[in-house]
């Protein structure tokens, strides 16, 4: 059975490294919003970053956008059908690509994803440790993928991944792949698959800025276009550094503009995919936004900053500033 491919596209890239229960209300926003990949291609790039704010890798949020208008603009709004032109277009890898066209368009298409993988190494008893393995059990997915229903086929292996043969007690006596099972058969269901010892993230330390103009506005910036949270908007801060927090000069140093920084109470702390990050707070105060010029960045008043792209460590971050300036954060509104 086929699906719509703006949807399963859509869903696919929003579910990466992300879990249902967090994708559900965005999936349904961004389907009101935009309810076709057309409609999507001409919506403007930072309407569609707001609305994926609090999603995370806000590199998926761009790509998002970048894909649409290429589908539009080079498909005549319809999503291709082969796996290798699917992975021509922005933010759609191996994965991605398998499942839309399996799922989207009944193609035959190997789908492995992280539940795939666990099922097949567990029926094939493979002891070699992830990642290292990944393409050895892709390579043995392939061989189970059949000819047609490839679609129903995918969906079915993640099913039964996510509900039977899950991380922790696989429910083997229930499972209809119990007689073939090399695992299940030698024991060791539950220790498989095996992964390498990952290295400790490390921990990065920084101090942001809160400056406010004398009008109720708050100084915020936006991130360049690439790297980590590209393009998101942000209080302006230090670099965040594994060395530890900076000093009062270099915290001087660093500044938007020369004021009377005073240290906020508190830490705000966040974990990215590979490092902890620890975050103080300095604020201050200008007299009125002459005093602002060569700040840089742009002006929000307190009011609005709901409406900002902002990622969640950031909406940490102003939430913090807001309880300890006496504040309350409900006061920011999201349109
Ligand atoms: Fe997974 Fe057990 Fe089924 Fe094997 S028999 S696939 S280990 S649930």
Redesign the pocket.
């Known amino acids: 059975m086929a699906g719509d491919p703006y949807r399963v596209w859509l869903s696919e890239i929003m579910l990466q490294q992300t879990t249902v229960a967090a994708v559900i209300p965005y999936f349904g926003r961004f389907l009101e919003a935009w309810p076709t990949v057309g409609a999507l291609a001409a919506a403007e790039l930072d309407a569609v970053l707001r609305a994926w704010a609090g999603l995370g890798y806000y590199a998926r949020a761009r790509n998002l956008h970048a894909c649409a208008r290429e589908v539009a603009g080079r498909f005549g709004g319809r999503f291709p059908e082969t796996e290798a032109a699917l992975r021509e277009l922005p933010g759609i890898g191996l994965y991605t690509a398998a499942a839309i066209a399996a799922i989207a368009f009944g193609r035959p298409a190997t789908v492995v994803d992280g539940n795939v993988e666990?099922?097949v190494a567990?029926?094939f008893a493979v002891t070699e440790p992830l990642p290292a393995v990944r393409p050895h059990l892709r390579a043995l997915a392939e061989t189970l993928t059949p000819d047609r229903d490839c679609g129903d086929f995918a969906q079915a292996m993640m099913d039964?991944?996510a509900t039977?043969?899950?991380p922790r007690r696989?429910?083997?006596?229930?499972?209809?792949?119990?007689?073939?099972?090399?695992?299940?058969a030698a024991g060791i269901?539950?220790s498989?698959p095996r992964r390498a010892v990952k290295a400790e993230r490390p921990t990065r330390r920084g101090v942001a800025y809160w400056l406010e103009d004398g009008e109720e506005a708050v100084l915020l910036r936006r991130r360049v276009d690439t790297g980590l949270l590209g393009g998101m908007i942000e209080l302006p801060s230090t670099e965040w550094a594994v060395q530890g927090a900076p000093d009062a000069d270099s915290v001087a140093g660093q500044a938007p503009v020369r004021a009377a920084w005073r240290a906020l109470p508190g830490t705000v702390r966040h974990t990215f995919t590979h490092f902890h990050l620890e975050l103080t707070l300095v604020a201050a105060g200008l007299a009125g936004p002459g005093a602002a010029s060569g700040a840089g960045g742009f002006w929000v008043p307190v009011a609005r900053l709901g409406e900002q792209a902002l990622p969640s460590v950031m909406q940490k971050l102003i939430r913090h500033a807001l309880a300890e300036t006496g504040r309350d954060a409900r006061a920011t509104r999201k349109t």
Do not use: M
Not at 170 to 184: E, Q
């Open positions: 666990r099922v567990r029926l039964l991944g039977v043969c899950t696989p429910r083997c006596l229930a499972c209809p792949l119990v007689g073939v099972c090399a695992a299940a269901a539950e498989l």
